[in-house]
T-cell receptor, first 113, second 109 residues
Framework: EAQVTQNPRYLITVTGKKLTVTCSQN?????MSWYRQDPGLGLRQIYY???????DKGDVPEGYKVSRKEKRNFPLILESPSPNQTSLYFC????????????FGPGTRLTVL | GQNIDQPTEMTATEGAIVQINCTYQ??????LFWYQQHAGEAPTFLSY????GLEEKGRFSSFLSRSKGYSYLLLKELQMKDSASYLC??????????FGSGTKLNVKP
């Protein structure tokens, strides 16, 4: 089944404790992206990747890192999480780029205390 | 960057027709998307318009006017399961992607 998976689905952590949210797609998509969703603000792009070893900042990259060592995986890293990073995070992928339909993972609800 | 505006919330009755509007300002235009998001779930694709006009897909249609920076999503024969948020979105410069804040549609019996 074609899908985007994210892990974990739920995470409660404390300020400053490094964490990684994994994202994997099995559709051989080139474009992958991370979004955060907050009430009243909608989905905002954190980072995106056009292909392996090519990553770029979205609108809200501060406090986040990503890597794209393999085509299928696009982990999101929070080196030192802070409470303002408490949010719902979605990973998405599309065939070639942002003009193609994006397929979303199920989301990761992160709480930073 | 991108500026995408849509109403925060709308209410409509089962069986009726509802139109959700979206206005956008872009530095370059690469099409306009609509996604549906049920509460607690991931967004799913509804439509993509690149050219002006109306595209119909079953009970859902999407309209685009590039000259006016305007789009709408038309939902016909509303069903209770259509209660969801509808997200207007567009590609931006340098392969970025932007969403509006979403319109929460409440369908009442």
């Amino acid at each position: 089944e074609a899908q985007v998976t994210q892990n974990p689905r739920y995470l409660i952590t404390v300020t400053g404790k490094k964490l990684t949210v994994t994202c994997s797609q099995n559709m051989n998509h080139e474009y992958m992206s991370w979004y955060r969703q907050d009430p009243g603000l909608g989905l905002r792009q954190i980072y995106y990747s056009m292909n392996v070893e090519v990553t770029d900042k979205g609108d809200v990259p501060e406090g986040y890192k990503v890597s794209r060592k393999e085509k299928r995986n696009f982990p999101l890293i929070l080196e030192s999480p802070s409470p303002n990073q408490t949010s719902l995070y979605f990973c998405a992928s599309s065939h070639r780029g942002p003009t193609d339909t994006q397929y979303f993972g199920p989301g990761t609800r992160l709480t930073v205390l | 960057g991108q500026n995408i505006d849509q109403p925060t919330e709308m209410t409509a009755t089962e069986g009726a027709i509802v139109q959700i509007n979206c206005t956008y300002q872009t530095s370059g235009f690469n099409g306009l998307f609509w996604y549906q998001q049920h509460a607690g779930e991931a967004p799913t694709f509804l439509s993509y318009n690149v050219l002006d006009g109306l595209e119909e897909k079953g009970r859902f249609s999407s309209f685009l006017s590039r000259s006016k920076g305007y789009s709408y999503l038309l939902l016909k024969e509303l069903q209770m399961k259509d209660s969801a948020s509808y997200l207007c979105a567009a590609p931006g410069d340098f392969n970025k992607f932007y969403f509006g804040s979403g319109t929460k549609l409440n369908v009442k019996p």
